[in-house]
């Protein structure tokens, strides 16, 4: 690498490379000025750095979709599906157990000489898997008439992923409802969803909404059970004590068979009731919905009939007549605000299975703005340190690095305006110690010029063996220091990530100020001035 | 200012022999080090809500905070008292609770106390909440530790990869001295110990390397370049000769660093604490760990490795070192 010719480039540049430079620069701080002024038009490409939700205030929530609900819902379904379908096939069993801890349903048959025909009978209840095409479960039988069916791991997978992303897409359809502006919503691992709610001091509202799974049920109430749910003991089978919404010490006895889903419902309105001026939800069926509801309530007027919101009764209205039109209304114990709410959530359907909150984050605006003062104050103060530090020790040299300082900035905000990346506020810190660390490039450039020249070499040797013998130092050291930081973007999150991006890209950008724009900025004043001895 | 240098932080060409200090050095930071463990253990460190989990709530009163009312607002809500604190300004109050036994109690708690409060403390307004679940703390707490690990690793892959592996070994040893003596730090002051401060700690640890490698890179060349120099003197030189770099490179980062622990705010300044600690102890590593660590382990291996490109050169004088 030391060989004459490339020596003598050390300092000489093309006018081809000087322009690049320049351009690069100039680019860069084109793209980092929109940062410093709020749009000025909207038909501007104006991209800014993205105010992490700890600086602009909101709300950061992690949440955990519950996969043994969702493989418990299958196993349960497939239970009463092979119910039936044993009953239909004369075959009896001792034992027939969803066990959802192993994803798997457990059956015992009474005559172990009909385990072939019973797993012949369950094979076409099996579904093939949506997105594998395989089968989703797998039927095991030994000769002593135990037969287990367990979920493939594949269609585990699958399931929890689709889970997932119904879920995604529910809870958006719920959040753009309430009027948030821009939220995001992303999948994080196999079975986490980050929800991020920009200007949301306080998400109790939002957690409210996307806490309920909002499964609507309509069920006949088992009236001759009703009286007794109270008195505590086991429901009778084939019926549920479910609890009232506003009175959970009051039960009800309600029929397992779901007579309508919610899912049929097209359409829900809080609305008042015209007569008593109560708040109410107005619902709309689609056909399925419609025509179900009319069967059911024709068949059975003058009895009661439980309208069901996970697993709680809101209300159990007698029928008067038969509700042909599709159309229904619940009334409850409700106010404006909580019959809108559920209005939203019959909308936008319900949860594939319940949601937990695992980890909340939540800055009010005036703290966030507070944070961005004193990140902005100590911005500015130790850019101003590190610059009269740099002016002082070094003189003109110092100013070239100076200059190269002011343009990194620039860098740093242009491409982290284009990568759309977040700035927060331990990313602010992370900007303070990239000026740090950028001018370390220089004073080891300059160090080394000032050695060169001592061991009396002239200027523009000194010149060309200070910038060529700190590029390996520089890249060395700034390799480890990229390296630490890679890492924590790896395994970091929120906030830190945010540290870990600014220190990467600064890592960067101050490579090249220091490598190429300085080197230019010294040679182009060498060139003009041509000095006896180097000022540094 | 504009044109000339003003001052120098040292002289040029000083010929301090630090060498002699190495087992100070090393006693001092292993006191150091074995004293920062200790207090690793007693009394520990003060987790965060990152890695402990449960429920912290920065509160802002009207006027100055009234902590008998804010107590007995909690306590009229059967809320245990976990941990009410001032955080920075006299209107600001830090509300701490434990983790629950589901995750969902967690929430609840957190709900709880934002109701007491605004039954019990007209005014209050909660400025920011952070619920950390106890499964989400402990991959957190792993994660955290997970990249500090993984990093020394690849530091010392590197600097093996670019150097000899007596320099690796010299610098991931310093940083693990280092790294103790940051812990201690943190148990010292009772600062938070959260996922920030990793981020602290991963930054000194690079800007810790970033010290080592100027000085292990002047060594390497010396060596190349001053074939029959015992390796201390030659180790001597080397941090002479890279002591204005050192010193300067320092007190800008420290420069930098230091408006944000002095305005930056309550949530940041701990983290500017570290920052600066951190300096302190890997620019004054560098010197006087890492080199003597160099020392030993090379005193007889070193010389020999280099010397074997048969480049033919004049005992102790200077020529131009061949760049790899």
């Known amino acids: 690498m030391s060989r004459s010719p490339a020596r003598k480039t050390m300092m000489y540049f093309s006018r081809m490379k000087t322009t690049l430079i320049l351009g690069v620069c100039l680019l860069g701080v084109l793209l980092g000025v929109p940062n410093l002024f709020s749009a000025p038009a909207a038909w501007m490409p104006w991209r800014t750095v993205h105010l992490g939700l700890d600086l602009r205030g909101g709300s950061y929530l992690l949440l955990e979709v519950d996969m043994k609900a969702v493989v418990k819902e299958r196993l349960d379904s497939l239970a009463d599906s092979i119910r039936q379908s044993l009953r239909g096939g004369q075959i009896f069993y001792q034992t027939l157990e969803p066990q959802a801890d192993q994803n798997r349903v457990l059956l015992k048959l009474r005559d172990a000489t009909k385990t072939d025909a019973a797993v012949a009978a369950l094979r076409p209840l099996i579904s093939p898997d949506v997105t594998t095409g395989q089968p989703d479960m797998v039927i095991a039988s030994d000769p002593s008439g135990t037969i287990t069916l367990t979920l493939s791991a594949p269609a585990l997978a699958a399931r929890a992923a689709g889970a997932v992303d119904q879920s995604i897409e529910i809870i958006r359809r719920r959040i753009d409802q309430t009027g948030v502006v821009d939220p995001e919503i992303t999948r994080q691992g196999e079975s986490r969803i980050v929800v991020q709610l920009p200007g949301i001091g306080d998400p109790d509202r939002i957690k409210q909404l996307i806490g309920k799974t909002a499964h609507m049920t309509f069920r006949l109430v088992d009236e001759a059970a009703t009286a007794t749910a109270n008195a505590g003991g086991p429901p009778p089978p084939g019926d549920d004590y479910l609890p009232m919404q506003d009175n959970a010490k009051e039960k009800i006895a309600v029929r397992k068979r779901i007579d309508v889903d919610g899912a049929d419902l097209t359409d829900a309105r809080a609305g008042t009731n015209p007569d008593t001026g109560e708040w109410v939800v107005n619902f709309t069926f689609n056909s399925i919905g419609a025509r179900r509801f009319a069967d059911v309530s024709r068949a059975n007027v003058n009895h009661r009939f439980a309208i069901v919101l996970d697993d709680k009764v809101i209300s159990a209205p007698v029928i008067r007549e038969a509700i042909t039109g599709g159309r229904g209304q619940i009334s409850g114990t409700f106010n404006a605000q909580s019959a809108n709410d559920l209005s939203v959530l019959l909308r936008a359907g319900a949860l594939p299975a319940p949601l937990t909150v695992v980890e909340e984050r939540s800055v009010g605006p005036e703290l966030g703005a507070a944070s961005i003062r004193a990140g902005a104050i100590s911005l500015v103060a130790g850019f101003l340190f590190v610059i009269f530090f740099m002016a002082f020790f070094y003189g003109l040299f110092g100013w070239f690095a100076n200059l190269a300082l002011v343009v990194n900035l620039f860098l740093m905000l242009g491409i982290m305006s284009m990568l759309q990346a977040t700035l927060t506020l331990p990313g602010m810190a992370g900007i303070l110690l990239t000026l740090g660390m950028a001018v370390d490039a220089n004073i080891l450039i300059n160090e080394r010029i000032r050695e060169e020249q001592r061991l009396g070499r002239p200027p523009l040797a000194a010149l060309e063996h200070g910038f060529s013998r700190a590029y390996s130092t520089i890249f060395d050291s700034n390799a480890t220091a990229f390296l630490a930081h890679v890492m924590l973007f790896v395994f970091g999150s929120g906030p830190v990530k945010g540290f870990a991006v600014t220190i990467t890209v600064g890592i960067a950008t101050s490579l090249f100020t220091a490598w190429m724009l300085t080197r230019l900025l010294v040679s182009r004043w060498y060139i003009t001035t041509r000095p006896k001895l180097l000022p540094v | ?324």
């Not at chain 2, 989990?53 to 607002?73: D, L, R, Y």
């Open chain 2, 1 to 324: 200012m504009f044109i000339k240098p003003r001052f120098r932080i040292v002289p040029d060409g000083t010929r301090i022999k630090f060498m002699r200090g190495r087992y100070m050095g090393l006693i001092v930071s292993a006191i150091l080090s074995t004293a920062s463990i200790v207090m690793f253990f007693y009394p520990g460190l003060n987790l965060g809500i990152d890695f402990s989990g449960g429920v912290v709530m920065e509160v802002h009163t009207q006027g100055p905070a009234n902590f008998a009312q804010i107590h007995a607002a909690l306590a009229a809500d059967h809320i245990p008292d976990q941990g009410v604190q001032s955080f920075g300004d006299p209107s600001e109050v830090l509300i701490r609770l434990g983790t629950q036994s589901s995750e969902q109690g967690t929430q609840a708690a957190a709900a709880h106390v934002k109701t007491a409060l605004e039954k019990g403390v007209p005014g209050a307004t909660i400025e920011r909440t952070d619920v950390v679940g106890a499964s989400v703390s402990a991959e957190l707490f792993r994660n955290g530790l997970l990249a500090l690990g993984i990093s020394l690793l690849m530091i010392l892959v590197y600097i093996w990869f670019r150097f000899e592996w007596q320099f690796a070994v010299g610098a991931v040893v310093t940083l693990v001295l280092d790294i103790t003596k940051a812990i201690g730090f943190l148990a010292l002051t009772r600062l938070d110990f959260d996922l920030v401060m990793v981020a602290a700690i991963l930054t000194v640890l690079g800007y810790s390397t970033n010290d080592k490698v100027v000085v292990y890179d002047r060594v390497r060349e010396n060596l190349r370049k001053y074939k029959s120099m015992p390796l201390r003197e030659l180790i001597d030189l080397s941090i002479n000769e890279t002591l204005n770099r050192t010193l300067g490179t320092s007190m800008t980062v420290f420069l930098a660093s230091l408006p944000l622990a002095l305005f930056g705010g309550e949530s940041i300044s701990g983290f500017a604490w570290v920052m600066l600690f951190g300096i302190v102890v890997g620019t004054s590593s560098s010197i006087f760990i890492a080199a003597p660590i160099l020392l030993f382990l090379g005193e007889h291996r070193l010389r020999r490795e280099s010397v074997a490109p048969p480049t033919p050169a004049t005992a102790s004088k200077p020529v131009a070192a061949p760049r790899r």
